[in-house]
């Protein structure tokens, strides 16, 4: 444990910092959003009522890449990530302005994921006791699971960025949740980049929830941010988890971040059973439904980030309490299968929700 003065006074610079940088990072990219063609205009399932910059992504990268490279002393792992982030970032800006198709973005995604695996050596190599086996080694899959965890979280994620507010929300939840796995497993570094990432995206959010003042957002995060940010999270996660010195089990991971993915993963099974591509897209997201069962949009943020916070809380307390892992992976399985069942016909899904909110209405 390390909550030293000196190490609260760092991280509250660093976060003052990345929070400034990116603020001022914003400024200066918004009037020149429109000349590059990094506006998201209204349309088809869009629900925001004017043409919106989606600089704030490219603000975040930029904010937090640059100085990682130039501050932090030369590390593999580091340097893997800043060619994975040069990658998405790259090829998430140009999706913002020509909309690449899904294969050339998953391509990318894929090249960004072997980055920080052959340049940094990251990547998951053991996956605990999840299955009550002890602690179980990938071997040949490790490359392989760490492929599709990547590319899975970025693309959990980018689904999630369908409203104001919410992918940058349930992102700073994530990432106030690993800052503290990471100071309780003494990973001093991590917490540090971490509490950097938390800053740049508490700026973002300035410019992008919904405020009593304020009935839209003035910029969006774009398909380079929300890219950049689960490639972030999922190395954080690999770090953390990966390091046998480190008591912070790889079962805890998905918990982390469980509506994205949860989300993900039900929307995947039910486009592949509808026999559609994993990418067609609609308005089934978790977010749709929700505000169709007429939730607001604050209401949907608001709601999302406590379930995360609570399911991600709720497991680390868990497993301080030494509850069984293979009962937590049951506990997150059961999760997913029931709001799969709750989904899987989405007008009763609406339906109920609409109930949930005409009783809190009446309240």
Avoid at 233 to 261: C, D, E, G, K, M
Wanted: glycine letters at 10%; aromatic letters at 8%.
């Amino acid at each position: 444990m390390f909550l030293t003065a000196q190490f609260l006074r760092t991280t509250t610079l660093e976060f003052v910092a990345a929070f400034s940088a990116v603020t001022a990072i914003i400024f200066l990219l918004q009037p020149f959003a429109a000349q590059l063609g990094l506006v998201d205009r209204p349309g088809g399932r869009k629900d925001h009522a004017a043409p919106t910059p989606v600089t704030g992504g490219l603000a975040i990268a930029v904010g937090t890449i640059l100085p990682a490279l130039l501050l932090t002393p030369p590390n593999a792992q580091v340097i893997g990530l800043g060619v994975a982030a040069v990658i998405l970032v790259v090829i998430g800006v140009l999706d913002d302005i020509y909309d690449i198709p899904w294969p050339v973005r998953v391509l990318a995604q894929t090249a960004a994921a072997l980055a920080i695996i052959l340049i940094g050596d990251v990547r998951v190599e053991n996956i605990g006791p999840a299955f009550g086996l002890g602690p179980l080694d990938l071997g040949y899959l490790s490359i392989p699971f760490t492929l599709a965890a990547t590319v899975g979280l970025i693309n959990a994620l980018n689904m999630a960025d369908g409203i104001d507010g919410l992918a940058g929300s349930l992102c700073l939840c994530t990432v106030a949740m690993l800052v503290a796995a990471s100071i309780y497993a003494g990973n001093a570094d991590l917490a540090n980049g971490l509490t950097v990432i938390a800053g740049a995206v508490t700026a973002y959010l300035a410019f992008n929830i919904r405020l009593p003042w304020r009935k839209r957002a003035l910029i969006f995060l774009g398909n380079s941010g929300s890219a950049y940010l689960g490639l972030v999270i999922a190395w954080a996660v690999f770090r953390l988890t990966q390091n046998p010195v480190y008591p912070v089990t790889p079962v805890l991971a998905p918990f982390l971040i469980a509506p994205p993915v949860i989300d993900c993963l039900v929307l995947i099974v039910r486009r592949l059973l509808h026999k559609q591509s994993p990418f067609h897209a609609d308005r089934t997201h978790a977010h749709h439904l929700m505000l169709d069962g007429g939730f607001s949009v604050t209401g949907v943020v608001m709601t999302l980030c406590a379930l995360s916070l609570t399911l991600g809380l709720g497991a680390a307390l868990a497993l301080r309490a030494d509850v069984p892992q293979p009962l937590l992976v049951a506990v997150f399985g059961l999760i997913t299968v029931g709001y799969f069942l709750f989904t899987r016909h989405p007008d009763k899904a609406i339906a109920a929700y609409a109930r949930l909110t005409g009783a809190f209405r009446r309240g």
